[in-house]
């Protein structure tokens, strides 16, 4: 199994509050995800990062910023949470060249 | 920009009938495909995956795929299912020679196996 560990693993928080959630890796690889899962939609990109300090948006990055200030860190913050971000959120790393991702186990996220 | 489609969105099938899951898929480059499987509040697992020769692809639990470019599909079969084989599944897709975009993923097809 790839070593990715999320943390929390679950959290209940309320609407407005700042949340931060942990992606950390001890595979050294280069890029890391950060997804969100919800009934219907499937997975869809949040963030993403291609290096220490280096990071992008991906197809619903609105009310989410990131950070990487190690290569084995990635953070996942919520400045002000919405009930719409209740969801499990996973974070990914990609095997090399081939663009195939090992996930972690999912932090599932309620805001009351 | 590439997009992925999975035809069902729920398949009941009878232990030890086939099934197949589809999935087909939209990208203006070559591309790689995979298929992930989801256990109940478990994380997600590779089936198995396309990136080129071949194009009818085995992954693990007896579960196959056939990719067909002229068709943009990719589906997954497997010839007689199993109560264990209960999850959801995830049809995937990402520009060949990998990327740092990550992959595009389908809203997911849940199996459900009836005894």
């Known amino acids: 199994d790839a070593g990715i560990t999320q943390s929390p693993r679950h959290k209940v928080t309320e609407t407005g509050t700042p949340v931060t959630l942990r992606c950390h890796q001890t595979?050294?690889?280069?890029?890391m995800y950060w997804y969100r899962q919800d009934p219907g939609h499937g997975l869809r990109l949040i963030h993403y990062?291609?290096?220490?300090?280096?990071?992008d948006k991906g197809e619903v990055s609105d009310g989410y910023s990131v950070s990487r200030s190690k290569t084995e860190d990635f953070l996942l913050t919520l400045e002000s949470a919405t009930s719409s971000q209740t969801s499990v959120y996973f974070c990914?790393?990609?095997?090399?060249?081939?663009?195939?991702?090992?996930f972690g186990e999912g932090s599932r996220l309620t805001v009351l | 920009a590439q997009s992925v489609t999975q035809l069902d969105s729920q398949v009941p099938v009878f232990e030890e009938a086939p099934v197949e899951l589809r999935c087909n898929y939209s990208?203006?480059?070559?591309?790689?495909l995979f298929w992930y499987v989801q256990y109940p509040n478990q994380g997600l697992q590779l089936l198995l995956k396309?990136?080129?020769?071949?194009?009818l692809v085995k992954g693990i639990n007896g579960f196959e795929a056939e990719f067909n470019k002229s068709q943009t599909s990719f589906h997954l079969r497997k010839p007689s299912v199993h109560i264990s084989d209960t999850a959801e599944y995830f049809c995937?897709?990402?520009?060949?020679?990998?990327?740092?975009?990550?992959?595009?993923f389908g809203k997911g097809t849940h199996l459900i196996i009836q005894p």
């Open positions: 990914a790393i990609t095997g090399p060249n081939t663009g195939e991702l090992f």
């Open positions: 595979e050294n690889h280069r890029y």
């Open positions: 990062s291609y290096g220490v300090k280096d990071t």
């Open positions: 990208s203006s480059v070559s591309v790689y």
């Open positions: 396309y990136l080129s020769g071949s194009t």
């Open positions: 995937a897709v990402s520009h060949s020679g990998g990327g740092a975009d990550g992959l595009t």
